[in-house]
């Protein structure tokens, strides 16, 4: 089992900037991609970014320019630089990742979620 503990979500003026963190557990060889989804209310969950172990990122159209996507493979930790934003930039984000097992299974985890609010 992978553990994803997602951190630093809040409150934040439509233009200022945030940065949510995923720590990742668990008994495993390692994680593949990770990456940040977003649901907002009465939408469907949709990808904000990946990354790759190796560091080849993917972003949503939406979110292109202003979020920056990193990772920290010594620590299992992925994070979500989250610049210039916009009240529609309002979700709960959820970290996701690949974990492969020693037995060279894998299996794809989320984390709990973390309430971002940008203010208008």
């Known amino acids: 089992q992978v553990q994803l503990v997602e951190s630093g979500g809040g409150l934040v003026q439509a233009g200022g900037s945030l940065r949510v963190s995923c720590a990742a557990s668990g008994n495993i060889f390692r994680l593949n991609v990770m990456g940040w989804y977003r649901q907002a209310p009465g939408k469907q969950r949709e990808l904000v970014a990946t990354i790759t172990r190796g560091g080849s990122t993917n972003y949503a159209d939406s979110v292109k320019g202003r979020f920056t996507i990193s990772r920290d493979n010594a620590k299992n930790t992925v994070y979500l630089q989250m610049n210039s934003l916009k009240p529609e930039d309002t979700a709960v984000y959820y970290c996701?990742?690949?974990?492969?097992?020693?037995?060279?299974?894998?299996?794809?985890?989320w984390g709990q979620g973390t309430q971002v609010t940008v203010s208008s």
């Open positions: 996701n990742a690949e974990g492969v097992y020693y037995s060279g299974t894998s299996n794809y985890y």
